[in-house]
């Protein structure tokens, strides 16, 4: 099974090339994305939780182990994504349950798990 964390680098040259074919409006989306996850009334933890249910609700493979990786830097716990995992289970049943694997391998590679 291959690494998730190095899928969601090489994934994201790809995604970096797309934003230099848009530079003016995939600029803003940064800009707008950067603001958004600034602590503010929630902390940036909540907010990296938040974004990995709702990206467990999407089915974004990318924001399933970006929200992970991102959660664990903002200072959250392995029970708190695993937490937040079981929300978006919740809310998703099966078809969220079956990627769940992937939030346990990016636990692992970050040595969370």
């Known amino acids: 099974m291959e690494n998730q ?3 969601y680098t090489e994934t994201g040259k790809d995604r ?3 934003d230099k074919g848009l530079p003016d409006v995939m600029s ?3 800009a707008f994305r950067k603001e958004a996850y600034k602590d503010g009334a929630l902390s ?3 907010k990296r939780l938040i974004a990995l249910a709702v990206g467990f609700q999407a089915g974004c493979t990318r924001c399933i182990i970006g929200q992970t990786r ?3 830097e903002a200072g959250a716990t392995k029970a708190e994504v ?3 995992v079981s929300i978006a289970v919740v ?3 099966t078809a969220v349950s079956a ?3 992937r939030v346990v391998k990016v636990l692992k590679e970050l040595g969370k798990w």
Do not use: N, P, V
């Open 70 to 72: 991102d959660a664990i």
């Open 28 to 30: 803003l989306y940064t």
């Open 44 to 46: 940036r933890k909540i």
């Open 16 to 18: 970096d090339e797309f």
């Open 82 to 84: 695993m937490e937040a």
């Open 5 to 7: 964390l190095a899928y």
């Open 91 to 93: 809310m998703g049943g």
């Open 99 to 101: 990627e769940t694997w």
